[in-house]
T-cell receptor
Framework: SQQGEEDPQALSIQEGENATMNCSYKTSINNLQWYRQNSGRGLVHLILIRSNEREKHSGRLRVTLDTSKKSSSLLITASRAADTASYFCGGSNYKLTFGKGTLLTVNP | DTGVSQDPRHKITKRGQNVTFRCDPISEHNRLYWYRQTLGQGPEFLTYFQNEAQLEKSRLLSDRFSAERPKGSFSTLEIQRTEQGDSAMYLC??????????????FGPGTRLTVL
């Protein structure tokens, strides 16, 4: 069964705006990983945050993790049309447990 | 290309036929995972290997599904007597243990199965 949940399910913004996606999970995890998926393609790894970390940055990406609330957020700053994709979070102990993802549309 | 590769990329089969998919992980990765993704859903874990040992297979969807990794390198996923409900994207991922027990999983492009 799916244990991760991304919120919102769909997000539409203008190019240049920031996009924030949230993720919740149910069981204890070792780390949480965010992925991007373009339609019909495989998942592209974006960033991993470990359970003892609270915030991590990579380029235009900022990820936070709150283990007490079992939640994470992904912020994409200065979005581009090429960021249009589905975004998934996966809570990991050994396997990844995903939600249904957030479909992000960045309008030029 | 040193990423995870999967073959074939697309497979169309008739109900009742057997199909086999192959995954080649990143060469230095000792862990290999299989996931299935249906339309509008996130990937769902099926099974995983550490080297040649299959450490969990309880999530394989039925006894029609089996996976092998005989030499600890590439892996195959076989579905016997396919059903229309097996139509999905089958994704493979690999990771290393390294300094941490659980590291980034890198996914291949997937094999899209259509059962007619």
């Amino acid at each position: 069964s799916q244990q991760g949940e991304e919120d919102p399910q769909a997000l539409s913004i203008q190019e240049g705006e920031n996009a924030t996606m949230n993720c919740s999970y149910k069981t204890s995890i070792n780390n949480l990983q965010w992925y991007r998926q373009n339609s019909g393609r495989g998942l592209v790894h974006l960033i991993l945050i470990r359970s003892n970390e609270r915030e991590k940055h990579s380029g235009r990406l900022r990820v936070t993790l709150d283990t007490s609330k079992k939640s994470s957020s992904l912020l994409i700053t200065a979005s581009r049309a090429a960021d249009t994709a589905s975004y998934f979070c996966g809570g990991s102990n050994y396997k990844l447990t995903f939600g249904k993802g957030t479909l992000l549309t960045v309008n030029p | 290309d040193t990423g995870v590769s999967q073959d074939p990329r697309h497979k169309i089969t008739k109900r009742g036929q057997n199909v086999t998919f192959r995954c080649d992980p990143i060469s230095e990765h000792n862990r290999l995972y299989w996931y299935r993704q249906t339309l509008g859903q996130g990937p769902e874990f099926l099974t995983y290997f550490q080297n040649e040992a299959q450490l969990e297979k309880s999530r394989l969807l039925s006894d029609r599904f089996s996976a092998e990794r005989p030499k600890g390198s590439f892996s195959t996923l076989e579905i016997q007597r396919t059903e229309q409900g097996d139509s999905a994207m089958y994704l493979c991922a690999s990771s290393s243990t390294g300094t941490s027990a659980y590291n980034e999983q890198f996914f291949g492009p997937g094999t899209r199965l259509t059962v007619l």
